[in-house]
């Protein structure tokens, strides 16, 4: 997951230069690299969104949304990239 990150960051959020940056990788130390860093990218399923959605929403509801949001550009940016993968983010998780 780390390395699949990485990469996010690199080519996507630092690249392009969006102004949420800073934030966006604030999220991915706090939340996702807890969570996910030492998985292989490919294993994280909705189960495992689901249930570290629902651990953020008890603490921090909205930034819950926040997480789901950079899950899903991640995991779309992944899979453009990568034809065997399909996103384990799907409507309604919200």
């Not at 949420?20 to 991915?28: A, G, N, P, Q, V």
């Not at 292989?40 to 949304?65: C, H, K, M, N």
Request: charged share 35%; proline share 3%; net charge positive.
């Amino acid at each position: 997951f780390r390395q699949v990150a990485a990469r996010f960051l690199d080519q996507h959020v630092r690249r392009t230069g969006l102004r949420s940056s800073r934030e966006i990788e604030r999220l991915f130390e706090k939340y996702l690299y807890p969570a996910w860093g030492k998985r292989e990218f490919e294993t994280i399923r909705r189960g495992d969104v689901a249930r570290l959605l629902d651990d953020i929403e008890e603490r921090a509801p909205s930034q819950a949304d926040h997480v789901l949001s950079l899950v899903s550009k991640l995991c779309n940016w992944y899979m453009a990239r990568e034809e065997s993968y399909t996103t384990p983010i799907v409507r309604g998780m919200r």
